[in-house]
């Protein structure tokens, strides 16, 4: 299942927008609650007001063709979906980019990443959906590393076997939660792990925070639903 494109700087999809009565409800809302006069509106960022700082390393040739530079995957892959993260999007504040972003198909591809990111001391983070809170698709600040790359695990998004007897399926860490229950429901299952951030997280993120799928009740937490890994 491909997806439409993801916005930069928030969460949902580039080229959804709220309706303009609500925004002027909302800031009504403000108004009215903190006796204010007026409120001013800041418009959120546009890519080509972006201008990001120039990667810090170069890359050698066999990984070249699965990562990239561009503006819009380096800005998207900078934060992850917290309040804290929204003010700092909306703010223009795309300081610490990633160097670059990877978009690795094969467990090799991930292999020479790796190798690549030890040897040169480049911080390689997993990126799943980006929906984390708490900082951790974001690149270490300091002299530490070297530089970063954000690895994003889209591409790992299949559903390799699926074991109708024991009720057991082997799915790749990069598939997102709607794509999963698509994939599951022609067998008659679902994982039943529903996170409020469900449509934008990813089974690899979910393990990764032990997430718990607050829209369900009971068994929810990913931790009673995996079996290896
Ligand atoms: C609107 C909203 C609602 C939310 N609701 C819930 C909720 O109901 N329950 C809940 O528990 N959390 C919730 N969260 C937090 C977040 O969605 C979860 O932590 C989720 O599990 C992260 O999954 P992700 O695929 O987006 O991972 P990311 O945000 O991309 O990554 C999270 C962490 O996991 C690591 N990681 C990602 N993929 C892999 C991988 N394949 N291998 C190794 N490490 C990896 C990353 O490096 C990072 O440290 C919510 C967040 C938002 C913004």
């Avoid at 959120?44 to 995957?73: A, M, V």
């Avoid at 990877?102 to 790796?114: F, H, K, V």
């Avoid at 889209?154 to 799915?171: G, P, Q, Y």
């Avoid at 799928?213 to 929810?220: D, K, Q, R």
Wanted: glycine residues 8%.
């Amino acid at each position: 299942m491909k997806q439409r494109l993801r916005s930069f700087w928030g969460w949902g999809l580039a080229d959804e927008t709220l309706p303009e009565v609500y925004i002027s409800e909302f800031k009504r809302m403000v108004q009215l609650a903190f006796g204010l006069n007026s409120v001013d509106e800041t418009p959120p960022p546009r890519l080509e007001e972006l201008s990001l700082r120039t990667p810090g390393f170069s890359l050698p040739s066999d990984l070249k063709s699965f990562c990239t530079q561009e503006t819009y995957d380096r800005a998207s892959h900078t934060y992850g979906k917290s309040f804290r993260d929204m003010i700092r999007a909306i703010n223009r504040k795309f300081d610490n980019p990633p160097d670059y972003v990877a978009y690795p198909s094969t467990e090799e591809e991930i292999a020479a990443l790796m190798r690549f990111c030890a040897e040169k001391r480049i911080a390689l983070i997993p990126y799943g959906g980006g929906s984390s809170v708490v900082g951790g698709v974001e690149q270490p600040r300091g002299n530490h590393y070297e530089g970063s790359i954000s690895c994003d695990m889209v591409n790992f998004d299949k559903i390799i076997r699926v074991n109708e007897k024991s009720r057991t399926a082997r799915i790749q860490a990069g598939i997102y939660g709607p794509a999963m229950e698509a994939g599951l429901k022609p067998f008659g299952l679902t994982i039943r792990h529903f996170p409020q951030s469900f449509e934008f997280s990813t089974l690899g993120g979910w393990i990764a925070t032990r997430a718990g799928g607050h829209f369900a009740t009971l068994y929810t937490h990913i931790d009673e639903f995996v079996q290896s890994l």
